[in-house]
């Protein structure tokens, strides 16, 4: 009797601390990353750091504004690319797809899940940078050596959707069989259900597979580092170049951590990228709640 | 009968072996272990230096591994390991931390394009000056090959790449041009190999790369797809003869050897420590100096010349 209580009151306990543990990491992160910032925190103001478009570190010149908007560029144009067809065809596995078709299908795409980013980048090299240059550019009427913002986003998005077609179709199977024989005994054909019935019940979970791909978009470095071009200027066009903050942070931190101003600017990077996907996903996650509410009532 | 056999061969062997081991130890005293980090461009010669100084001296136990100029330098400062590789200038900041460095052997940047350049033939008799190279990578105001070979009606424009990584190529090329990586223009691509990549698939293409990664180890010819480009040093509009030495490795190694390849973008290769190399880690620098000279053109890389070799001996005993 009172060891079975001992037993679940230790679990819990354990359980409890390993959680508070792990949640703590994140607070540590981000206060090693503000700790080692602090030098040029207090040698820079904050809008300069924030504003400024001028990143000449030799002259102490330190503007992440190109490196925050090619992060915003490249994540934005990636989830474009890799939402719609992530989410048809989550829904073409979960609903219309024989068994014997999502049995050969569904281990490719966790295979795509599992392949290493630097080989994503290489293929992007050897095949997506020259076909933006040699065809798709010139069909836009621009020049440009193929290592673009459009390069790091085809790349981007072919990466980020095994993950969203993983989650959102597992969701999508998740919703009760009894929900769509309701609807079909309504009259409603199977694309009436899948619209006004499924997809209705699996939203939160749709949207929280797209909050996982979203991250992985963020901080994605070595594929999106290899073709983007990682011209420091803000890009304007897809066939602009950009420089995202990772990148930034891999292209110069073995190299540069010698030089402690230069150091600690790579560090803000790395704080401001971690704010970036914080803010992110407590606003998602907010969306979410929200969401979820307005489902329970309707 | 045969296993006693057996049991006595093995006896004999075991104790030969301590007799031997014994003798090596005694006669090659040092002992210990000597931890190496530092920049990519320096790796493969640290390694081949770091195996034939542990096949004299078996007993010491060399560690290499690359990580970039920058971690080399700061893991040297921090004491973190003995020997920090530096493919770069000291800057001022490091030596005001105590960084002490010897230069070991050199190395050079080469400027690239593409085989099927538009005019690659002008390029390849008239050569390219340090002011046209000044016009494409810092100021931006020659932006057509037309322009690089004067002849105007050739308006295929110039696609210039660089590196995206801090790295010491970049760092000469630019010092070269007398400008900061930070300052050079163009397209950001990763590493040598990117280089050599982002060149060979763009016909107006122009970037800059480590010679081991122009040439071809084995052949020692030019990396198919690419040209090295000839710098005309003396900016009269050719390149005369002893300004030719791009066709294959041995002659442009020979050419930077005897400082007919200018310096930048000729560059020394150092290895740094803080204060003052002492120990074990003093003698394998003294070897790399003296007898590991002789490993240093089979590695791919270009000797000091001797008055060098003996400064550095000095500084290091000094």
């Known amino acids: ?135 798709v550019a010139p069909l836009a009427g621009a020049t440009t050596t193929g290592y673009t913002v459009l390069a790091g986003g085809v790349v981007l998005a072919i990466m980020v959707y095994p993950i969203i077609i993983s989650i959102s179709e597992e969701v999508i199977r998740a919703v009760p069989q009894q929900v769509r024989e309701a609807s079909m005994a309504l009259g409603a054909t199977k694309w009436q259900t899948v619209k006004h019935v499924v997809t209705r019940s699996a939203f939160p979970g749709i949207i929280a597979a797209v909050m996982l791909g979203f991250g992985r978009a963020f901080g994605e470095t070595m594929a999106v580092l290899m073709v983007v071009g990682n011209v420091p200027l803000t890009p304007s066009s897809l066939f602009d170049p950009a420089y995202p903050l990772p990148a930034l942070i891999a292209n110069n931190y073995g190299e540069m951590m010698s030089i402690p101003l230069y150091d600690s600017a790579l560090m803000l990077a790395a704080l401001f990228l971690l704010l970036i996907v914080l803010v992110f996903s407590v606003v998602a996650s907010i969306l979410l709640v929200g969401i979820k509410r307005r489902l329970a009532v309707g | 009968m045969n296993k006693k056999f057996v049991l006595v061969a093995l006896v004999v062997v075991v104790i030969a072996s301590f007799v031997v081991y014994n003798y090596v130890s005694s006669t090659n005293e040092l002992k210990g272990t000597i931890t190496v980090s530092g920049a990519w461009a320096l790796y493969p010669m640290m390694v081949k230096w770091a195996e034939e100084y542990q096949k004299i001296y078996p007993n010491v136990e060399i560690e290499v591994s690359a990580g970039g100029a920058g971690k080399g330098m700061t893991d040297a400062l921090n004491r973190a390991v003995d020997i920090g590789m530096v493919s770069r200038g000291i800057y001022p900041e490091e030596i005001a931390n105590g960084a002490f460095w010897v230069a070991v052997v050199k190395d050079a940047v080469v400027p690239t394009i593409n085989k099927d350049n538009p005019v690659l033939e002008d390029v390849m008799a008239k050569g390219v000056s340090r002011s046209t190279f000044i016009g494409i990578y810092i100021y931006g105001n020659i932006t057509t090959w037309g322009q690089v070979v004067g002849r105007p009606e050739i308006t295929d424009a110039i696609n210039v790449f660089t590196r995206s990584d801090s790295c010491g190529a970049a760092e000469t090329w630019a010092n070269y041009l007398g400008k900061k990586q930070e300052d050079l223009r163009g397209t950001g691509v990763y590493g040598d190999p990117g280089l050599v990549e982002a060149v060979r698939n763009d016909r107006s293409g122009i970037g800059y790369n480590n010679i081991g990664y122009a040439y071809e180890t084995e052949t020692r010819q030019q990396v198919d797809g690419i040209r090295v480009v000839p710098i005309d040093v003396n900016e009269n509009g050719q390149i005369d003869t002893e300004e030719d030495f791009y066709n294959a490795k041995d002659k442009i190694v020979e050419a930077i050897g005897n400082g007919l390849y200018p310096s930048p973008p000729a560059r020394n290769l150092h290895l740094v420590t803080k204060d003052k190399f002492t120990g074990l880690a003093k003698e394998f620098v003294k070897w790399i100096l003296t007898d590991g000279q002789e490993y240093v053109e089979e590695a791919g890389y270009v000797s000091l010349p001797e008055d060098a070799i003996n400064e550095q001996l000095e500084k290091l005993n000094g």
């Open chain 1, 1 to 135: 009797m009172n060891t079975r209580r001992l037993k679940n009151l230790v679990a819990n306990k354990l359980m409890l601390l390993t959680t508070v543990l792990s949640s703590l990491i994140v607070l540590i992160i981000a206060v090693t990353l503000f700790q080692r910032s602090t030098l040029i925190l207090t040698t820079h103001s904050l809008s300069e750091l924030l504003l400024s478009s001028s990143w000449h570190p030799w002259k102490g010149e330190f503007g992440f504004h190109p490196f925050i908007m090619g992060t915003l560029w490249v994540t934005a144009l990636a989830m474009v690319l890799a939402i719609p067809p992530s989410l048809l065809m989550s829904i073409y596995l979960a609903e219309y797809a024989p068994t014997r078709v999502r049995g050969i299908i569904k281990p490719m795409i966790d295979l795509l899940a599992g392949i290493p980013s630097v080989v994503y980048g290489l293929w992007g090299v050897l095949l997506v940078v020259p076909l933006i240059r040699d065809y």
